[in-house]
């Protein structure tokens, strides 16, 4: 079986996922055949260069329906015989992109892929594309359906966590975000997103708040408190799952959850041969990837089985592990992480996460492992892993490694 | 006699008239429902005829199906009971529809034949669907009538076409409420929730309904699922606004259901998944659904218990074939919280009562309590002032026994002693006409002792009552060894009276109710002392749709009335006496003066205000010490069989004589796991051969007191069931 290596990562600023955002006024197909044409150009890349544009998109309909993927590749300047594929596992489906990708060049079908994604949360809003999970009462009932929030408000009462614990996470999360722009961290992989005529439309993560304390946070109102304790009364099916648990402790808010957000991200992945064909260097290879299903009424715990799987299956340790990227879709999810593995919070996130800088659905799985190499390769790491928690109770993990 | 009548009057309206012979009620059989497309058939393609009106003979209109109706079909359908009820509920759709297109064109929808519902009175279930069905309802603004459709309230929902029209009428979103709580409105509030049109004078019906059959359009008899372009109101599921609706209700009546009751969910999803479709496949979805629900055991347990039993018990199933025992009087001995409530239910159902106490300002604060009630019902405008004028005005509230000369029942509900009640019933006896019957409301002390004290034993029995008197349904009617017929009588003709539901058992301590939940209590304790966490005790009695748990129920009944009725159990048993393990816990309580609610601190932690807060830390910190918690559904059986097995015991012991007071009165006494159908109904629903083999696994890991008892391990062994007796029945 063939290796596949990372080749580049690149992604877009994350806009403000409102029509004030600055990315508000890009389309879905434009922002993605823009990150698409910096791995082109950046790569030297032409004709039928890879096998497939594998896009990860979750809210796909209107401009993000009809197989975004080879829209974006049409956009482009990619070659026509590139085809693409549009893929949803909510929020790691760029994670997935490349996973996919990974193990189609390890199997042989194609020596290259782009793998990445895009959400434009500001133009199409989350949920719009519907649910059956949530509104057909026989599976909401029967899978006892709570939205995300409930589910991560469950994590912390489950495992312990406090209001405090989630917004010191938060802080953290926005100290290291503005001490990794103000340190250029990001400069290899930020494609700056430019109008027609190449004015700048965007070059930084602008839904930062840096500065943000536990004052700041104090203040803000738990976001899923009246849904669960009283219209409709989410917590009553939350302990009709968990009964040794008297009442949910509610404390997340946006200040300690992920930012919706708009942005793309794109991994150009290959066997060694693409790249000495092309003349390119590999960055990393792509060691193990793993996803798993878990129990849909917690629903963010994923990256726990996910890590233990992959681990597991590749004969492989925590204390293997370098870095590690654990997306912060809710506080409590990173919490719980490094509570079950006993990491040390010093390698976990360590350039900030989606608390701080967004976490724009279908491109974040992807955003997560170029973050993951570019600080692999800054701080001369070898092992990374990055995971991300997924609605409806799933995991997804990737395992990459410097060579 | 028929039970619809067909009539064509002078200006060519055909008038379908509802009135089953012999019945005070109009309830649907199939036969009748082939009369009525006869009759729809008929009017359809006589020319003469402009339209149809379809109303009652009676001062209601339509008490529902008949319910047994269901039963026969699944018998009759051999091996695919589903088959035949789908095919029946298709045959009814069928039949509606077939009066809702009235002869219209399918595609231009004209030429179609008004069709209205004149709705004299009370109407449900089926009654009310068939009026849905129809172009336009009128009502009669009868002070007493009421409309709705109250299936789910007895294990079941609208499968008749009331789920998808009126979901369709008024959006999912209004309609739910009506269905999922099964309300029953009064004509003015039915017109505002969007099941009538119009409310009319009781004289005008008919001629309203006529005249508007004669003036209607071919516009206004299109309902707006049949015109093109209709969208749901409120929203399908998956637009916007539709969206967080259905989501919501999932959640609402997934928690309040805690899961148990089959019927609201698949209401829920006959709504969701018809708002997706075309209305004649919507019908088809809600068709299986309901066919779906009837066929699981719950719904006929349920409508075996709450609809045919219940009906049968509080018409006097077992009442002793003796002439009319109806009460003129009631002397009723004691105005404390019971004796008032007594008091006023009585008054509220037009009998006399003399309301007697020690001092003059008990009896006077025991007839307040009743003003209170009454005062509150007055708030909801439920309650005129005249009503509440007559109704204590027929409470006489009294120190002197004198006064209570010419009652015929006397019902004494003084303290909770064998002596005080020795020297009250002994006072009465002197006053009281010989053919009284004297009545106690005790809980704990045996009928036939305290029968000793009366001249007249015969005539003497337990009424005992359930707090709060004006809310409680059950009333538990007591043998003494000597008690005689006309005394049960008079007891079940009282009851009758005041519009309760009475079982009626032999004399035992703790009597039938009482018997079972104070297990239920002790159990929960239990595991409160072997470190269960106390959530996981709550959520799993809630779980199995049991309205209060264990530790909660015990802090409303208060901790301090529990100790006392161990103290003097364990006196009784002495050494047979087992439940020394529980008691620990709550003496530990009541000697840190944690009493329950009433002094805000029990098993619970109360705020100031009095408002439960959570359960009490301290309970975990004493006893959990970080041991394996139990499976759920451990904890569930051991709360089940705690009270399951003592219903059994009781029948066994022939405290109890009748499987179906044992079942109706679980329910209404205690709220017992309606959905079940009650205690042996629950056990016929999982097996007697499962019940054993739980018992066994429960008796080796937690003791004798879940030994199974000889009566179940006999029908496990025949293969039969409580209801069902007869090995072939219970193949069926």
Not at chain 2, 388 to 404: F, S
Request: proline fraction near 4%; charge should be negative.
């Amino acid at each position: 079986m063939a290796d596949a290596y990372i080749y580049d990562a690149v992604r877009s600023p994350r806009g403000k996922g409102r029509k004030d955002g600055a990315l508000h006024e890009v389309t879905s197909a434009r922002l993605s055949a823009d990150i698409l044409n910096a791995v082109k150009d950046r790569n030297n890349l032409s004709g039928h260069a890879v096998e497939d544009v594998i896009w990860g998109n979750v809210t796909q309909v209107g401009e993000q329906g009809g197989c975004l993927a080879r829209t974006a590749v049409l956009a482009s300047d990619l070659d026509e015989s590139i085809p693409g594929l549009a893929i949803n596992r909510f929020c790691a489906s760029g994670m997935e992109a490349v996973n996919l990708a990974a193990n189609q060049v390890k199997g042989g079908a194609g020596q290259a892929y782009i793998a990445g994604g895009v959400e434009m949360m500001g133009r199409v809003a989350m949920g719009s594309d519907g649910a059956a999970i949530a509104v057909d009462p026989s599976i909401a009932m029967n899978t006892y359906f709570v939205p995300q929030g409930i589910s991560a408000d469950i994590i912390g009462t489950e495992y312990g966590f406090t209001r405090d614990q989630a917004d010191a996470l938060a802080v953290e999360s926005q100290n290291r975000a503005k001490a990794a722009w103000d340190d250029k961290r990001f400069e290899k992989s930020i494609v700056t997103i430019r109008d027609r005529n190449g004015l700048s439309i965007l070059d930084h993560d602008e839904y930062m708040r840096p500065g943000t304390d536990m004052q700041t946070l104090g203040a803000l109102n738990a976001s899923f408190q009246q849904m669960g304790e009283v219209m409709p009364g989410f917590d009553k099916v939350a302990m009709m799952k968990y009964p040794h648990l008297e009442r949910i402790n509610h404390i997340h808010h946006a200040g300690n959850s992920s930012g919706i957000v708009d942005g793309a991200a794109a991994v150009l992945i290959g066997s060694k041969e693409f790249g000495e064909i092309n003349g390119l260097k590999p960055r990393a290879r792509i060691r193990a990837t793993a996803k798993i299903g878990t129990d849909p009424t917690i629903m963010l715990t994923g990256p726990v089985p996910v890590t233990h799987k992959i681990l597991k299956d590749h004969g492989m340790a925590i204390g293997d592990i370098d870095l590690f990227e654990v997306n912060e879709a809710f506080a409590a999810v990173v919490l719980r992480f490094m509570q079950a593995f006993d990491v040390d919070p010093a390698v976990v996130n360590v350039n900030g996460g989606s608390i701080a800088m967004g976490h724009p659905l279908g491109a974040t799985g992807a955003m997560i492992i170029g973050t993951l190499l570019d600080e692999l390769e800054r701080s001369d790491k070898e092992v990374g892993l990055a995971t991300l928690c997924i609605a409806s109770g799933m995991g997804a993990a990737t395992i990459i490694e410097r060579v | 006699m028929s039970d619809f009548t067909y009539a064509v009057d002078a200006d060519g309206v055909a008038v379908i008239t509802w009135d089953v012979p012999g019945k005070s009620m109009n309830v649907l059989s199939r036969e009748a429902f082939v009369l009525v497309e006869e009759f729809i058939d008929r009017a359809l393609a006589d020319d003469a005829v402009k339209g149809i009106v379809i109303t009652s003979g009676k001062e209601t209109f339509a008490g529902g199906m008949d319910l047994n109706t269901l039963a026969t079909i699944r018998q009759e359908s051999g091996d695919n009971p589903a088959q035949g009820l789908f095919d029946f509920t298709m045959n009814g759709h069928r039949i509606m529809r077939k009066m809702e297109r009235a002869g219209m064109d399918a595609k231009t929808n004209k030429g179609g034949k008004p069709v209205a519902a004149a709705i004299t009175g009370t109407c449900a279930g089926i009654g009310t669907e068939i009026a849905l069905a129809t172009h336009r309802r009128f009502m009669a603004d009868n002070p007493k009538a009421k409309i709705g459709l109250p299936e789910i309230l007895v294990g079941i929902f609208p499968g008749g076409g009331g789920t998808t029209r009126f979901s369709r009428m008024v959006g999912a979103m209004a309609a739910s409420p009506v269905l999922l709580e099964g309300r029953m409105m009064a004509p003015k509030a039915a017109k505002m929730a969007g099941l009538i049109d119009e409310v009319v004078p009781a004289g005008e019906l008919l001629a309203k309904a006529k005249a508007w059959v004669l003036s209607a359009t071919d516009a206004d008899i299109v309902k707006p699922w049949d015109q093109k372009g209709w969208k749901m109101p409120g929203g399908a599921p998956y637009h916007p606004a539709g969206f967080m609706t259905f989501v919501g209700a999932s959640a609402m009546v997934n928690a309040k259901t805690q899961g148990v009751y089959p019927a609201a969910k698949a209401l829920l999803s006959a709504i969701y998944e018809g708002a997706l479709v075309p209305f004649d496949t919507a019908l088809k979805i809600e068709a299986r659904w309901f066919t779906n629900v009837l066929m699981n055991p719950s719904s006929s347990a349920m409508i075996r218990s709450l609809f045919i039993n219940k009906e049968a018990l509080e018409k006097g199933a077992n009442r002793p074939d003796v002439a009319d025992e109806r009460v003129s009087k009631v002397g009723i001995l004691g105005a404390g919280m019971m004796g008032a409530g007594i008091a006023y239910v009585s008054a509220l159902a037009g009998i006399d009562v003399v309301l007697l106490d020690q001092k003059q300002e008990a009896a006077d604060r025991g007839k307040s309590y009743a003003e209170g009630i009454l005062d509150k019902g007055m708030q909801r405008k439920k309650v005129t002032p005249e009503k509440k004028a007559e109704v204590l005005g027929r409470i006489h509230a009294t120190t002197d026994y004198a006064d209570l000369a010419g009652c015929d029942l006397i019902v004494e509900a003084v303290f909770e002693d064998p002596g005080i009640k020795a020297t009250v019933t002994k006072a009465v006896e002197e006053v009281v006409g010989e053919d009284c019957i004297f009545a106690t409301n005790t809980s704990t002390l045996p009928i036939s002792d305290l029968a000793k004290a009366s001249k007249r034993p015969e005539q003497f029995i337990g009424i005992h009552f359930f707090s709060p008197v004006d809310k409680m349904m059950l009333v538990e009617i007591i043998k003494g060894a000597k008690t005689g017929d006309r005394a049960v009588a008079k007891s079940l003709d009282f009851v009758r009276q005041i519009r309760k539901t009475p079982i009626v058992v032999n004399d035992a301590r703790f009597f039938y109710a009482n018997r079972c939940i104070i297990p239920y209590i002790n159990e929960g304790v239990r595991m409160v002392k072997e470190g269960v966490e106390p959530a996981l005790i709550e959520n799993a009695a809630k779980m199995l749709g049991f309205p209060l748990g264990p530790l909660q129920l015990n802090d409303e009944t208060s901790i301090d009335l529990g100790v006392k009725i161990a103290k003097a159990t364990k006196a009784a048993m002495g050494a047979a006496y087992d439940n020394d393990e529980a008691d620990e816990v709550l003496f530990w309580l009541f000697d840190q003066g944690r009493l329950g609610r009433k002094s805000k601190a029990g098993f619970y932690a109360y705020d100031d205000a009095g408002k439960r807060t959570g359960i009490w830390q301290g309970l975990r910190d004493q006893y959990m010490q970080g041991g394996d918690q139990p499976e759920l559904t451990t904890v569930q059986h051991r709360l089940m069989m705690a009270q399951v097995l003592e219903a059994v015991r009781a029948l066994e012991e022939g405290v109890l004589e009748d499987i179906r007071e044992g079942d109706v009165g679980a329910i209404l006494g205690w709220g017992f796991a309606p959905w079940s159908g009650g205690p042996f109904s629950w056990l016929d629903i999982i097996g007697a051969p499962r019940a054993v083999e739980i018992c066994d696994q429960l008796e080796k890991a937690h003791g004798p007191r879940f030994a199974a008892p000889s009566l179940l391990k006999e029908l496990a062994k025949k293969g039969v069931g409580f209801y069902t007796p007869r090995a072939s029945q219970a193949a069926a």
